[in-house]
Nanobody, 116 residues
Framework: QVQLVESGGGLVQAGGSLRLSCAASGRTFSGFVMGWFRQAPGKEREFVALISWSGGITYYVDSVKGRFTISRDNAKNTVYLQMNSLKPEDTAVYYC?????????WGQGTQVTVSS
């Protein structure tokens, strides 16, 4: 069974940091572009960041540029999202998936809550 399992979320004050992890099992994702996505309460799920299979190319939505960093360790089949200078508007459930996303790979996500 192919799974992507997100972890590392939590409650943090504005200005704080969190590091999210996305561990893959059931298959290797080393050849795929991977992405992080988020869904805030009452809003559509949105793209946050992506990383190429080699890690050499990254791209971010404007609202997180300069604050978030996506990375990957293909040997561990894991993708990371380092989030610094967090803002209350970053509050959401964060998911990883291939990019473009596959409906087969959505996991439970990890909740990030930023208090003001």
């Amino acid at each position: 069974q192919v799974q992507l399992v997100e972890s590392g979320g939590g409650l943090v004050q504005a200005g704080g940091s969190l590091r999210l992890s996305c561990a893959a099992s059931g298959r290797t994702f080393s050849g795929f572009v991977m992405g992080w996505f988020r869904q805030a309460p009452g809003k559509e799920r949105e793209f946050v960041a992506l990383i190429s299979w080699s890690g050499g190319i990254t791209y971010y939505v404007d609202s997180v540029k300069g604050r978030f960093t996506i990375s990957r360790d293909n040997a561990k089949n894991t993708v990371y999202l380092q989030m610094n200078s967090l803002k209350p508007e970053d509050t959401a459930v964060y998911y990883c998936n291939t990019n473009p996303p596959s409906h087969n790979y959505w996991g439970q996500g990890t909740q990030v809550t930023v208090s003001s």
